[in-house]
């Protein structure tokens, strides 16, 4: 009986890089290998990478530093760099001996099993045509699915590495699409996420990112809650608008990332939107879907970013009271365009800016979960509280952490509780 190789798999980034590591698992598992929940068992270890931001990418060469020792003990571990990070400089550092053996791209994880066999080499090239048709991820998770519908980006935003790292955008045929959500529902995963760089830009066979989400309603009662990320707001549609307002399955939340609140910072991010445009789609937002849930990103110290457009970010976010925000500080990265801009904004400067986006944001978000005090809200269980064991904790449909009394028993299903007090991160409910 030929013995499984055992490998195990590291995954850091976006939730688009969980969704590659379950299509990786998915192509190693269906070659013969086994996949374990240790390091200390394994044959082969697998980092799938993100390169947004430089911190990210140094976490993994330290974290490939420390693992490195495990080749004394064992000659014939292979260590296996994946994903953005593989993309953008893999070759560099296979080449530069710091104890990884491969690197393989975004686009060739299909390889995998060949490059394995023959115990080195790299797979680094872009295919533009590649979606993985045929191939459904394994979903790792207990009760969330996170399915791709599209990968790639076309938008080249001056700041973003991710149109050189993915490619150009290609959508998945919805047959694919709904494999992959039978796949999660027969797991009991009633919570679904469609991913994309940019889901408002989904078009195959005619069927556009509306169209998609009408179907995928139409065609699964199992669903409990449908989220989607990410959204660009130059692709925003009415007619999206108008899905989410008579969906009962699409969640009252959107993500939808605003970056800065200054027309001229903005077109230097090449966002292809002015702040009167993104407060334009806040409001018919608010007004077909009137209790919906609104978070984004924003970056703070864009090369160039004087104070006054700082103080224009702040202005926006009090005005737009956002649920919540995930915060930056701009990282320079190699490659892109605003990395060569003059002007950039001192390092110091970055970090105190950051800090005072964080604040105001935490004030805003308190203030909002404030409001929810006395009210109901239907929290789909997860898990138990990190604090708790005695208590549980899941999210509401707008996407807020809830906390509430419970038990096993409760975990996977939808409970209705209200809310008696809030944090700026969690709703504490009964």
Known sequence: MKIKRKY????????????????????????????????????????????????????????VSNERHRK???PSLKIGLLGCMAQRIGERLVSDDLGIDFAVGVDQYHALPEILRETCGSELGFDSEQIYEGIIPKHQGE????????????????????????????????????????????????????????????????????????QIEKDFEGIKRLRFITSHPKDLSDELIETMANSSILCNHIHLPMQSGDNKVLRRMNRSYSIEDYMLIVDKLRKAVPDIALTTDLIAG?????????????????RIGFDYAFCFKYSPREGTEAANYENQ????????????????????????????IGKEVEVYVEGFSKKS??????????????????????????????????????????
């Open 302 to 318: 864009f090369p160039g970013e004087s104070k006054e457009q700082f103080e224009a970010t702040l202005s926006a976010m009090e």
């Open 389 to 430: 064991k005695e208590k549980v904790s899941g999210k509401s449909r707008d996407f807020k952490i809830c906390v509430l009394s419970g038990d096993a028993n409760d975990i996977g299903t939808i409970k209705r509780a209200k809310v008696l007090n809030a944090t700026a991160g969690t709703l504490i409910c009964e």
């Open 143 to 214: 009760h969330c699915a996170f399915i791709t519908i599209m990968r790639g980006c076309n938008n080249f935003c001056s700041y973003c590495i991710v149109p050189y790292v993915r490619g150009r955008e290609r959508s998945r045929p919805y047959s694919d699409i709904k494999k992959d959500i039978e796949q999660a529902l027969s797991s009991n995963m009633f919570d679904i996420t469609l991913l994309g760089q940019n889901v408002n830009s989904y078009l195959f066979d005619g069927m556009a990112f509306p169209a998609l989400l009408r």
């Open 8 to 63: 195990y798999i590291e995954t850091y980034g976006c939730q688009m890089n969980v969704s590659d590591s379950e299509l990786i698992i998915s192509v190693l598992d269906n070659d013969g290998y086994e996949q374990v929940d240790s390091i200390d068992d394994a044959d082969i270890i697998l980092f799938n990478t993100c390169s947004v931001r430089e911190h990210a990418e140094q976490r993994v060469l330290g974290r």
């Open 72 to 74: 004394i003990q064992k």
């Open 345 to 372: 904004v001192p390092e110091s400067e970055r970090l105190k800016r950051l800090q005072e986006m964080i604040e105001l944001q935490r004030k805003i978000t308190l203030d909002k979960y404030r409001e929810m």
